[in-house]
T-cell receptor, first 116, second 117 residues
Framework: AQTVTQSQPEMSVQEAETVTLSCTYD???????LFWYKQPPSRQMILVIR??????QNATENRFSVNFQKAAKSFSLKISDSQLGDAAMYFC?????????????FGAGTTVTVRA | KAGVTQTPRYLIKTRGQQVTLSCSPI?????VSWYQQTPGQGLQFLFE???????NKGNFPGRFSGRQFSNSRSEMNVSTLELGDSALYLC????????????????FGQGTRLTVV
């Protein structure tokens, strides 16, 4: 079974500064996807960024970027130039591509607070 | 393109009752998966349906069941409700494909908040 670990329950960042969220995962598979989802108080889970395991290049979406270390099974999210709207709970998720289903395994989440 | 629609948004039920939650996926998506979110257990996978077939099931008791219709809409049912079933239930819609190269991201609904009293 795959496990996803987020070791930081809470993180606080000053507006306009940078914060990095950690995620590690455990898998013996070689083909998988990794995701970061954002869940604001409205509860809507929103995809922030996606990383395909076969790609060595780290994914980037505007102010969001990841540091994907496949050998270390690490997948951190960096939020640059933090904005008040970034305040939310962030979940790291894993999807195994070798099984014939669509199942996401989530970490426990990290609550991000942005200080004005 | 309409998003994922979950109904109802809020529900209060009494212990021992049963409940049915509904999820309408994005048009064209054939996969619907369900998750239970609680403060203590986090996000846990319940089951996934693809073209009316259950492809995977999480570690939940048999009181939790689901189905998917030919239009891809899905329902989940919880029978004999317990206090511990109080949670946010999220469904996710995707094309369900298993591809390294195709965009297969999952889109979530806003969830159904179930309170069991």
């Amino acid at each position: 079974a795959q496990t996803v670990t987020q070791s930081q329950p809470e993180m606080s960042v000053q507006e306009a500064e940078t914060v990095t969220l950690s995620c590690t995962y455990d898998t013996s598979e070689s083909d998988y996807y990794l995701f970061w989802y954002k869940q604001p108080p409205s509860r809507q889970m929103i995809l922030v960024i996606r990383q395909e395991a076969y790609k060595q290049q780290n994914a980037t979406e505007n102010r969001f970027s990841v540091n994907f270390q496949k050998a270390a099974k690490s997948f951190s999210l960096k939020i640059s130039d933090s904005q008040l709207g970034d305040a939310a709970m962030y979940f790291c998720a894993y999807r195994n591509l070798l099984t014939n289903d669509y199942k996401l395994s989530f970490g426990a989440g990290t609550t991000v607070t942005v200080r004005a | 393109k309409a998003g994922v629609t979950q109904t109802p948004r809020y529900l209060i039920k009494t212990r021992g009752q049963q409940v049915t939650l509904s999820c309408s996926p994005i048009s064209g998506h054939r996969s619907v998966s369900w998750y239970q979110q609680t403060p203590g257990q986090g996000l846990q996978f319940l089951f996934e349906y693809f073209s009316e077939t259950q492809r995977n099931k999480g570690n939940f008791p048999g009181r939790f069941s689901g189905r998917q219709f030919s239009n891809s809409r899905s329902e989940m049912n919880v029978s004999t409700l317990e206090l511990g079933d109080s949670a946010l239930y999220l469904c996710a819609s995707s094309n369900g494909e298993r591809s390294l190269y195709m965009n297969t991201e999952a889109f979530f609904g806003q969830g159904t908040r179930l309170t069991v009293v």
